[in-house]
């Protein structure tokens, strides 16, 4: 049989009903099918007495009784920092696929054994310009991919093409739990709505990086806009904001 390279995934544990959970999910069931690489999965907010009949090789990445005062001494150990080098050597991965937040993936570019793996991140870029200091590790990656076209124009530009991008990987949508309403005005008559509203609905946790009052003046500055120039638009528009208060973010009611 031929060989397999190893791939190891360092993300949120698959099973989580998270963003990064559900991509990892979404990659993981794809490659244990294939017969071209091996998967591997170094899963943080998880212990191992959780993880039960894996379908591929499985690394958690939370604490034992031990290991608790070594855990907690480094914030970042919550994302894997803490022992990534010890999943390294027991696993020896030829690929290591990060897809978080830059400062939290940091321990990838900072190993002793960088040199040993291909390196690729999938860069969420949110906003423009980004943090020196993000721009200069992705720098340091084999192969960089944003989630969307624009987030890759953000590293063209400001890295000066000094990151070697191979594009973007756009999120998709599991067609099938997520599928089109066959009458979209009869669908919204049963939910309790008028057929002529047009609702912008937002998924977010109320965080600070989530920017909710720029969102909201955005959509002001669109309802302003379509004032004098559509009135159905203006009087039957609406933004729907799905998110807890209080968070760990914005004053929402004021």
Not at 2 to 20: D, F, H, M, Q
Request: aromatic fraction near 16%; glycine fraction near 6%; charge should be negative.
């Amino acid at each position: 049989m031929a060989y397999r390279p190893k791939v190891l995934i360092c993300n949120e544990w698959s099973n989580l009903i998270t963003g990064y959970g559900t991509i990892g999910r979404e990659l993981l069931n794809r490659w244990v099918k294939s017969d071209r690489i091996e998967p591997i999965e170094f899963a943080s907010y998880v212990h191992h007495s959780q993880i039960q009949d894996p379908l591929w090789k499985t690394y958690a990445n939370n604490p034992n009784q031990e290991q608790v005062r070594e855990f907690e001494s480094n914030p970042l150990n919550q994302f894997g920092a803490w022992s990534f080098e010890n999943v390294c050597l027991d696993c020896r991965p030829d690929l290591c696929f990060f897809l978080r937040d830059n400062w939290m993936d940091k321990f990838g570019w900072d190993s002793p054994f960088k040199p040993y793996y291909y390196c690729v991140n999938l860069a969420p870029v949110d906003g423009e310009p980004q943090d020196e200091e993000w721009i200069y590790n992705y720098s340091l990656s084999d192969k960089v991919f944003a989630y969307t076209d624009w987030g890759a124009e953000v590293l063209e530009k400001q890295s000066k093409g000094k990151i070697n991008l191979g594009g973007s990987i756009p999120l998709g949508a599991d067609i099938n739990v997520f599928k089109p309403v066959p009458n979209k005005s009869q669908h919204k008559q049963a939910m309790g709505f008028s057929p002529n509203y047009y609702i912008i609905g937002t998924v977010n946790r109320n965080q600070i990086r989530k920017l909710y009052p720029d969102l909201f003046k955005g959509f002001r500055q669109f309802l302003d806009y379509a004032k004098s120039r559509n009135k159905d638009i203006y009087e039957n528009t609406f933004l729907y904001t799905h998110t807890s208060h209080p968070d760990m973010g914005w004053d929402i009611p004021r």
